[in-house]
């Protein structure tokens, strides 16, 4: 087997393919290639084709990259441009805030919970200030629920989602383990799982759902 890959590599070479060529279309591992070649002079027309190719695939990723970087230099145009319509975010815009991501991600069952999951740090981090400057929730009735991974490092993210909410490790639930079996892209996007914030307040939880049925009233009408 090792005879044929090798005078296949050696065939290639001869018509004036370089190495690179030669291990990317036969699949062969460089070191290979590179040693059944060494004795084969390439004459100085297939030295000059490489060249040329060389440097005109050089040219091309440099375009390429030129191309690039102008694309990323006017989109992020747009986006500075479109930033400066905010200045600043009040408790009433807050308020709102706050309802709208309830209304798409929050509990709606009436079990006397307040409760958001989000695997999203921002997210839940806007939905603190929510229910901490507009709520008025007093820091000793959050709790946290933690959904992960069986592989993951779980005093770490017990401790990551602590720090992003501000909630002491001592007021979470009991981490729910997931068993590994997600496809590792999907584990690998949520390295710390997803996180509920939950508020055990029916007063609360009833209070948001009347600011939700107003704020669709007045989308609607």
């Not at 004795?39 to 027309?45: A, E, F, G, P």
């Not at 992960?148 to 990551?160: L, S």
């Not at 590994?180 to 690998?188: I, T, V, W, Y």
Request: aromatic content about 8%; glycine content about 4%; some cysteine.
């Amino acid at each position: 087997m090792k005879l044929l890959e090798k005078e296949k590599a050696r065939v290639l070479r001869k018509k004036g393919h370089s190495i690179n060529q030669i291990v990317k279309e036969m699949k062969f591992s460089k070191a290979s290639v590179s040693l059944w070649v060494r004795d084969i002079v390439l004459t100085k027309q297939q030295k000059k084709m490489l060249s040329e190719r060389g440097r005109s695939t050089e040219s091309v990723e440099k375009r390429r990259i030129n191309r690039l970087f102008n694309e990323n230099a006017r989109r992020q145009k747009i986006i500075d441009e479109a930033k400066k319509d905010f200045y600043d975010i009040s408790l009433e815009q807050l308020k709102l805030i706050g309802v709208i991501l309830y209304l798409g991600e929050g509990a709606k069952t009436p079990r006397g919970m307040a409760r958001l999951s989000n695997s999203d740090p921002l997210i839940i981090k806007i939905m603190m200030r929510f229910f901490r400057e507009i709520c008025d929730v007093p820091e000793h009735k959050f709790r946290g629920h933690i959904h992960t991974f069986a592989h993951v490092d779980i005093n770490k993210t017990e401790m990551y989602w602590s720090k992003i909410t501000g909630i002491p490790r001592g007021q979470f639930f009991k981490t729910y383990i997931k068993p590994s079996s997600a496809s590792l892209q999907k584990r690998n996007t949520l390295p710390f799982g997803t996180f509920d914030v939950c508020i055990c307040d029916t007063k609360l939880f009833l209070t948001i759902k009347g600011w939700i049925e107003k704020v669709k009233e007045l989308i609607i009408r």
